[in-house]
């Protein structure tokens, strides 16, 4: 199973991955830790993101997408896609490299939490860029970037929706059914 996450920064993602990863024994990929294992262990891809990194820039869809590339032909059976795609772009070129070798995306589940909720968690989580001016501009570029690719996914036919309130275990079953 090829699955990939899609919803605002604390609709619950990160938390399911663990769950969805377990329940199916698909490999989860952090583009996050993936970029970090690449600069630690000093590949090509990790040497030219540090650069990148260093100057305080953002590193390129085509870095993400080669160290997406490298990751999924390196492991045996489904993954798990948190953190990416993050717009039309980079949706339409991971559905093209996933083309190429043969690792089309079976479900894109969309967690559907209501923005007041999602900005109680972010606070109440203590981190020191959670405030609430941050959660602000991370909503806004959410909502011009992301949320495009509710649409774009669904018109493919691969959105299941899971409404993404309530206990973690409840959430879990609801997207659990929604696969099945």
Same mark, same amino acid.
């Given at each position: 199973m090829r699955i990939v996450l899609l919803g605002a920064p604390g609709s619950g993602k990160g938390t399911q991955a663990t769950n969805l990863v377990e329940k199916y024994g698909i490999t989860h990929l952090s583009t996050g830790d993936m970029l970090r294992a690449e600069v630690s262990? @000093?590949?090509a891809l990790?040497? !030219?993101?540090?650069?990148?990194?260093?100057?305080?820039?953002?590193? %390129?869809d085509d870095i993400v997408l080669g160290m997406i590339k490298n990751n999924i032909e390196s492991i045996e059976g489904g993954f798990l896609l948190d953190g990416f795609?993050?717009?039309?772009?980079?949706?339409?070129?991971?559905?093209e490299l996933l083309a190429q070798i043969g690792e089309p995306i079976d479900k894109v589940i969309f967690f559907d939490v209501p923005f007041d909720i999602i900005k109680e968690r972010l606070m109440s989580? @203590?981190?020191?860029?959670?405030? !609430?001016?941050?959660?602000?501009?991370?909503?806004?570029?959410?909502? %011009?970037?992301?949320?495009?690719?509710?649409?774009?996914?669904?018109?493919?036919?691969?959105?299941?929706?899971?409404?993404?309130?309530?206990?973690?275990n409840e959430i879990s079953q609801r997207i659990f059914k929604a696969l099945s």
């Open positions: 262990a @000093g590949t990790g040497v !030219e993101a540090k650069k990148i990194m260093d100057a305080g820039q953002l590193v %390129s795609p993050r717009n039309l772009n980079q949706a339409e070129a991971l559905d989580r @203590g981190r020191s860029d959670d405030t !609430e001016e941050t959660i602000e501009k991370r909503r806004k570029v959410y909502e %011009s970037e992301t949320a495009p690719l509710i649409n774009y996914y669904t018109k493919q036919g691969k959105l299941v929706t899971v409404e993404g309130v309530g206990e973690v």
